[in-house]
């Protein structure tokens, strides 16, 4: 096969959770154009109408990945109506900033529901399919912080790494069946989610000293590492956390 067609994704079928802003649509903008079939998933279908009116080739899935029962319901409707899922991008997820000691339970959950627990979900109903066809890949995103801490999001940091451990797991269970399943770890990109970090002038000067590269990452940079992970480039890619972070991970 000729190097550059590794990257193709033609033929492949993506299902990207979280997908109606942000990162996750941009990475359905990324496989869509690298020649995959993307299908949008999200809570509200109404989101998700918008962000297809974006990308009109793509199809839509909404249901709650906190859901177990709504997820294993919701992937096995795509498998039947749409068609198998090649690919899998667990991109949902949600932050809490507040001191560790005054951080409220009801927030703990939720980022334990959405960022640890929505992953497992959607991975073993999706992994089910793969494994019998003999072939998939999975893709869980991760963070900088599935390895590094800062003040205020200890929790969210420990469902990151969480998640870093669990698509470990995942290879180590799963690679014997055909199955990649890899982390994108994103650094500090300026996105909707980091929009108040990325208008604190303080903060936007500190992460320019810290980081190697000395500026925010652009969200369209996280796609040709999404590619690379969901082609044939990746066939012996097993539990691999790639860093897209600017350096700022192995820098002091």
């Given at each position: 096969?000729?190097?550059?067609?590794?990257?193709?994704?033609?033929?492949?079928?993506?299902?990207?959770?979280?997908?109606?802003?942000?990162?996750?649509?941009t990475l359905a903008?990324?496989?869509?154009?690298a020649g995959a079939?993307?299908?949008?998933?999200?809570?509200?279908?109404?989101?998700?109408?918008?962000?297809?009116?974006?990308?009109?080739?793509?199809?839509?899935?909404?249901?709650?990945?906190?859901?177990?029962?709504?997820?294993?319901?919701?992937?096995?409707?795509?498998?039947?109506?749409?068609?198998?899922?090649?690919?899998?991008?667990?991109?949902?997820?949600?932050?809490?900033?507040?001191?560790?000691?005054?951080?409220?339970?009801?927030?703990?959950?939720?980022?334990?529901?959405?960022?640890?627990?929505?992953?497992?979900?959607?991975?073993?109903?999706?992994?089910?399919?793969?494994?019998?066809?003999?072939?998939?890949?999975?893709?869980?995103?991760?963070?900088?912080?599935?390895?590094?801490?800062?003040?205020?999001?200890?929790?969210?940091?420990?469902?990151?790494?969480?998640?870093?451990?669990?698509?470990?797991?995942?290879a180590t269970d799963?690679?014997?069946?055909?199955?990649?399943?890899?982390?994108?770890?994103?650094?500090?990109?300026?996105?909707?989610?980091?929009?108040?970090?990325?208008?604190?002038?303080?903060?936007?000067?500190?992460?320019?000293?810290?980081?190697?590269?000395?500026?925010?990452?652009?969200?369209?940079?996280?796609?040709?590492?999404?590619?690379?992970?969901?082609?044939?480039?990746?066939?012996?890619?097993?539990?691999?956390?790639?860093?897209?972070?600017?350096?700022?991970?192995?820098?002091?």
């Amino acid at each position: 096969m000729p190097s550059l067609d590794l990257f193709s994704l033609s033929g492949r079928r993506a299902l990207i959770t979280g997908a109606s802003r942000g990162i996750g649509l941009t990475l359905a903008r990324g496989l869509s154009e690298a020649g995959a079939e993307v299908i949008l998933n999200g809570r509200h279908r109404s989101a998700l109408e918008a962000a297809q009116g974006d990308l009109p080739q793509a199809r839509i899935a909404a249901f709650d990945v906190t859901d177990q029962a709504a997820v294993i319901e919701g992937i096995d409707a795509i498998e039947r109506e749409m068609g198998p899922i090649d690919i899998l991008i667990n991109n949902a997820g949600i932050q809490r900033r507040a001191p560790l000691e005054d951080f409220a339970r009801a927030d703990w959950d939720a980022l334990i529901e959405t960022n640890v627990s929505a992953v497992f979900f959607t991975a073993q109903a999706a992994a089910r399919h793969m494994i019998r066809r003999g072939a998939g890949k999975i893709i869980n995103i991760c963070s900088v912080q599935s390895e590094l801490a800062r003040p205020n999001i200890a929790p969210y940091t420990a469902t990151k790494g969480a998640v870093r451990n669990l698509t470990r797991g995942m290879a180590t269970d799963w690679a014997k069946h055909g199955l990649q399943v890899n982390g994108l770890a994103p650094g500090y990109f300026a996105t909707e989610m980091n929009a108040a970090l990325v208008a604190d002038a303080e903060f936007t000067g500190w992460l320019q000293r810290r980081t190697p590269a000395a500026r925010w990452g652009q969200v369209e940079e996280l796609v040709g590492a999404a590619v690379f992970l969901a082609s044939d480039a990746s066939s012996f890619v097993n539990g691999h956390m790639l860093m897209v972070d600017g350096g700022i991970s192995i820098s002091l």
